[in-house]
């Protein structure tokens, strides 16, 4: 086992903040994107099949995360060079799932020096010392971490599960639900359970349109967004 070990920023940590060189100019985060959500996730290496895949997937989805008020941000341990050579032949000879001509708008980080990537964990020794695993980090407009994802090399992310997840995120800070199992957007939602006995009390009689109580600590609702 290797003893060299790169720390993981937690859920409720405050994000590392960085300066990187990007295929879009130099980005400096959390300052360039205050307000904004931010999905912040790394690739193994340019050039690779998976990636690839990837990677067209989310310029697809792009216009589907702004209108949810959300930036993508790529990085892998390549050059700006190598990420503009690779999204240039994505664009002119990659065809896959009907996707073609597509174009990569946001920025890929390149960090030859490895100091995003090891602050944000991004790096696992005993499977690279010189390639990022695939880290998602969705970082909410406060620069909080809210959610951390990890998938190997050899496994490609879904990308619906990521703006799904998104969307409850969102939906949990503005109307103070969570969301259960399976949680599409437009499904049920589960009120916060009781803390107190009076709050049980008046748990066990609520009623109303919409309605669903499986238990006094188990109460659902219908979903307040459209």
């Known amino acids: 086992m290797s003893d060299q070990m790169y720390s993981i920023p937690l859920?409720?940590?405050?994000a590392p903040s960085f300066t990187a060189e990007t295929t879009q100019g130099t980005i400096n985060f959390p300052e360039d994107y205050k307000g904004k959500w931010v999905i912040f996730f790394s690739h193994p290496a340019d050039f690779t099949p998976v990636c690839t895949t990837e990677f067209m997937t989310f310029a697809k989805m792009e216009p589907e995360f702004e209108k949810l008020n959300c930036k993508l941000i790529g990085l892998s341990i390549d050059s700006v060079f190598s990420h503009l050579a690779w999204l240039n032949t994505i664009k002119e000879k990659i065809e896959y799932k009907g996707m073609k001509g597509i174009e990569v708008k946001f920025p890929v980080i390149a960090d030859l020096s490895m100091e995003v990537a090891k602050a944000f964990g991004m790096l696992q020794p005993n499977v690279?010392?010189?390639?990022a695993v695939r880290a998602v980090f969705i970082i909410d407009p406060e620069g909080i971490v809210r959610a951390v994802l990890y998938y190997p090399s050899s496994n490609g992310r879904n990308m619906d599960e990521i703006k799904r997840l998104l969307i409850s995120l969102q939906l949990s800070d503005a109307e103070k639900v969570?969301?259960?199992?399976?949680?599409?957007?437009?499904d049920d939602v589960i009120i916060p359970p009781p803390g107190t006995c009076g709050a049980i009390k008046d748990r066990k009689a609520l009623e109303g349109d919409g309605i669903q109580k499986l238990d006094w600590f188990l109460t659902l609702k219908k979903c307040p967004m459209e």
């Open 11 to 14: 859920i409720g940590d405050k």
């Open 178 to 186: 969570a969301t259960p199992a399976n949680w599409m957007p437009g």
């Open 128 to 131: 690279s010392t010189t390639q």
